[in-house]
C-alpha cells in the first residue's frame, strides 16, 4: 500500500484516493464491489466514499489473493464480516483453513529455495572447479552440508 492520501472533506476517500493509497485501479475497486468482494462502501452524491474499514478490507483481499484464496471464498468471508459476531467461528474456521494452507505453501517454496541455493552453490564449485569434481552426487551432498551447513536433500 502506498503513501496515505488525505481524507476526502474528512469524512472518507474518494476511489482515485483509494487508487493512490493502495495502488489499484477504479476498475479493480469497482469489480470488488460488484463481485461481493468489497461490501459496505457508501456513496454521496452518487459518489463512493471509502471508509477506514473499507481500506483494511481492501489490504485484506489483496492479502487473501496472494496466498491463492480464491475469490469466491474471499467474498463468502467479507458477506460474513457483515453479519456481525454470530459469523466470527465461520471466519475464524476460514482464517484457520487459509493460514494452513499459507504455511504449507511456505514450506513447499522453502524447499524449491532449498534446492536452488543447492544448484547454486553446485554451477559455482562447478565454474572453480570442473564439473567432474563433482560427479559422485552423495559426496558432493556431503560436501555441500558441510560447506555451507545445510541440510539439503534430493
Known amino acids: 500500500m502506498k503513501a496515505k492520501a488525505e481524507k476526502m472533506n474528512g469524512e472518507g476517500y474518494s476511489i482515485s ?21 468489497l461490501p459496505g462502501v457508501m456513496r454521496r452524491g452518487g459518489r463512493r466514499v471509502y471508509s477506514e474499514t473499507n481500506l483494511l478490507a481492501v489490504k485484506l483481499i489483496d492479502c487473501l489473493k496472494k496466498t ?3 475469490l469466491g471464498d474471499i467474498a463468502e468471508f467479507m ?13 475464524l474456521e476460514m482464517m484457520r ?33 570442473g564439473v567432474a569434481a563433482l560427479a559422485d552426487i552423495v559426496a558432493t551432498l556431503e560436501r555441500y552440508r558441510r560447506e555451507t551447513g545445510l541440510k539439503f536433500d534430493l
Open 17 to 37: 484516493q483509494v487508487c493512490e493509497r493502495t495502488g489499484f485501479s477504479a476498475d479493480t475497486l469497482r469489480f470488488y464491489e460488484k463481485s461481493g468482494l
Open 68 to 70: 491463492g484464496m480464491p
Open 79 to 91: 458477506r460474513l464480516t457483515t453479519k456481525g459476531d454470530k459469523t466470527v467461528k465461520k471466519r
Open 97 to 129: 483453513r487459509r493460514e494452513a494452507a499459507v504455511k504449507a505453501q511456505m514450506a513447499e517454496i522453502q524447499a524449491c529455495a532449498d534446492h536452488i541455493a543447492f544448484k547454486v552453490w553446485y554451477y559455482e564449485t562447478a565454474a572453480k572447479e
